[in-house]
T-cell receptor, first 113, second 116 residues
Framework: GDSVTQMEGPVTLSEEAFLTINCTYT??????LFWYVQYPGEGLQLLLK?????DKGSNKGFEATYRKETTSFHLEKGSVQVSDSAVYFC????????????FGKGTKLSVKP | GAVVSQHPSRVICKSGTSVKIECRSL??????MFWYRQFPKQSLMLMAT?????????EQGVEKDKFLINHASLTLSTLTVTSAHPEDSSFYIC????????????FGPGTRLTVL
């Protein structure tokens, strides 16, 4: 079945460092790909998405490109801030008929000043 | 942006009792709502998908008689954990998708259930 694998955390970076969180997927068909972020004490929020190969999703300085050839959707940010500290989830739209999501295990990011 | 609320945020109950969790879409109509369960340091696992006015579709391995889902209106879905036991303790999260756009889900803040 469809699945998502993302790098395990926790990831600890200093402010202004470059961030990469790897995400690869296995899927039949052509799923949409998502990154969700969960700040402490809050629900998941959609960070960005891409719906087809070579699409680049971007938001708040974060970017991810849908790479069909490598089945990847790595999240990147050039300069992280303390406020980016959160758990990041990679997800794909599953095979269900109603758009259910399949999530990776999440990567906790801590950014230190 | 679209807002989804959950109530309660935390609940502690005794073994054998039932607990109801509400999920509301506050500023949009949600034709489809999803219920997830999240174990510590684990991913979100889809439990069931519900459409307004129809029976929920449960994922394999999820007991539909134990986890009762009702989606009575376009803004409200409820999850009732019946005869709860300690192994049901978990973080339950709902999400909602708007009309014609099930590709984007908006998540509630989650409900922490602890069964003693």
């Amino acid at each position: 079945g469809d699945s998502v694998t993302q790098m395990e955390g926790p990831v600890t970076l200093s402010e202004e460092a470059f961030l990469t969180i790897n995400c690869t997927y296995t899927a039949t068909g052509y799923p949409s790909l998502f990154w969700y972020v969960q700040y402490p004490g809050e629900g998941l929020q959609l960070l960005l998405k891409a719906t087809k190969a070579d699409d680049k999703g971007s938001n708040k300085g974060f970017e991810a490109t849908y790479r069909k050839e490598t089945t990847s959707f790595h999240l990147e940010k050039g300069s992280v801030q303390v406020s980016d500290s959160a758990v990041y989830f990679c997800a794909l739209s599953g095979g269900g008929s109603q758009g259910n999501l399949i999530f990776g295990k999440g990567t906790k990011l801590s950014v230190k000043p | 942006g679209a807002v989804v609320s959950q109530h309660p945020s935390r609940v502690i109950c005794k073994s054998g009792t039932s607990v109801k969790i509400e999920c509301r879409s506050l500023d949009f109509q949600a034709t489809t709502m999803f219920w997830y369960r999240q174990f510590p340091k684990q991913s979100l696992m889809l439990m069931a998908t519900s459409n307004e006015g129809s029976k929920a579709t449960y994922e394999q391995g999820v007991e539909k008689d134990k986890f009762l889902i009702n989606h009575a209106s376009l803004t409200l879905s409820t999850l009732t954990v019946t005869s709860a036991h300690p192994e049901d303790s978990s973080f339950y999260i709902c999400s909602a998708a708007g009309t014609g756009n099930t590709d984007t889900q908006y998540f509630g803040p989650g409900t922490r259930l602890t069964v003693l």
